[in-house]
């Protein structure tokens, strides 16, 4: 009996071995079909007595992450964008005589690859890093202190150096210096970051002093030749502060600022400045009323005369007895630093015969008014210049947009407009 019992149980053990171990060699061909199809490869290691597994995917698998997927789109990237502007060097080789566009087109063509390169980059730097006005320190001192980007600070020297301004007033090609300006002008405003406004301002301030004969005056004499100056360290960049609360458009309506006689075409100006362009400026031109000695102002455009201003003192940078009140919350344009300011007894020349304000800063609007629409014309080229290469970059359909006829018509009829 004892030998039966002995013997089954040598059976029963084989027998459940055999069924184990069938079982495992199943599973086993299973989990390994598993791990084939899904290439999932497990490892296990221990650290600080605790297990970590880790995955690694299999090539094939499309997407990395659900939410990205295996595609990118190429970049559209800019040319030299005077050489690959068609129109500009034709429109420039109508008019200007032979030799004199073969001297200016190398300086075109640098520049056109500069504007494309560091001049863009830095223009999308001032995109990025926003003016920023800080009224009071921790310690509640009234400081306003306005910050601007250093790539804000380097477009200043980029168009001094480049002479933006300055080819303008150095009437080196004669009649044809402005249309040399004014192409540099084109290819610089798309990658100026916004610094084409202050610029604007600028010829237009140079524009109002020479206009007025007052280059030859020792004082404004200076301040000519900084504003249209190449040296970065020297020039100078202006404002236009004109429009008021109750301004706008309506200038003789809405101008309440005053200016107190100090002596010797000085006065010190007492207003509040509504929108005040660039008021990181170094002078601004500025429009108020001459107050007699009880108060008394003339009323409408008559009333109304010109004066320019230093917005801080050359000694000790303090602010010229202006207060910033707030920076400009605008829709565009906000690379600039446009702000409110309390003119509070601030310094100022009178440029213009009294009541001639608007008939003098005329200049100066006139000025910028070329500017903003040589500035919109660049845009729209830079515009269009991105559209055809990005053509030649998005495949639709297996081959690039640049193929598909319809396309081609509309950046085509875009060019013509």
Not at 153 to 166: H, L, N, T
Not at 183 to 204: E, H, N, Q, R
Request: aromatic share 10%; charged share 25%; glycine share 6%.
């Amino acid at each position: 009996m004892k030998t039966l019992l002995s013997s089954l149980y040598r059976n029963d053990c084989k027998l459940w071995s055999h069924v184990v171990s069938t079982k495992w060699s199943t599973n086993s061909r299973a989990y390994s079909s598993v791990s084939t199809i899904n290439q999932n490869v497990v490892n296990e290691t221990k650290l600080n007595s605790k297990t970590i597994r880790t995955e690694a995917k299999a090539n094939w698998i499309p997407f990395s992450r659900p939410r990205h997927g295996c595609f990118t789109q190429e970049m559209p990237q800019l040319d030299n964008q005077f050489t690959c502007d068609a129109f500009l060097q034709r429109y420039l080789q109508r008019v200007l005589p032979k030799d004199m566009y073969n001297e200016i087109s190398g300086d075109l063509t640098r520049f056109g690859s500069r504007v494309a390169t560091d001049v863009y980059e830095l223009g999308v730097e001032c995109d990025k890093h926003l003016p920023q006005l800080v009224q009071q320190n921790a310690w509640g001192h009234i400081c306003n202190d306005l910050y601007v980007c250093n790539a804000w600070k380097q477009q200043k020297i980029v168009s001094a150096e480049e002479g933006v301004v300055a080819i303008g007033y150095e009437r080196k090609y004669r009649q044809f210096s402005r249309l040399y300006q004014f192409a540099k002008l084109f290819l610089y405003a798309p990658s100026s970051g916004l610094y084409s406004c202050p610029i604007a301002m600028v010829d237009g301030a140079a524009k109002t002093i020479e206009s007025l004969a007052l280059d030859k005056q020792p004082l404004y004499e200076d301040i000519f030749e900084r504003l249209t100056t190449r040296d970065a360290n020297r020039f100078y960049t202006s404002g236009q502060w004109m429009t008021e609360k109750g301004g706008g458009s309506d200038v003789a309506g809405g101008t309440e600022t005053v200016a107190v006689p100090m002596g010797r075409d000085m006065f010190k100006l007492y207003g509040y400045k509504w929108f005040s362009s660039a008021t990181d400026a170094d002078i601004a031109l500025t429009l108020a009323r001459i107050a007699d000695d009880e108060g008394n102002v003339l009323q409408g455009t008559q009333g109304l005369t010109l004066f320019l201003l230093k917005v801080r003192d050359d000694t000790s940078k303090q602010l010229n007895g202006i207060d910033m009140i707030r920076l400009k919350d605008k829709l565009g344009t906000r690379q600039v630093p446009t702000a409110e300011l309390l003119l509070d007894g601030t310094v100022a020349h009178k440029m213009s015969e009294e009541g001639r304000g608007v008939a003098a800063i005329a200049n100066m609007l006139q000025m910028t008014r070329i500017h903003n629409a040589v500035g919109s014309a660049g845009s729209m080229r830079r515009i269009i210049s991105i559209a055809r290469d990005y053509a030649q970059r998005r495949k639709a359909f297996g081959k690039p947009i640049s193929q598909y006829p319809i396309h081609m018509q509309t950046l085509a009829r875009m060019d013509i407009e």
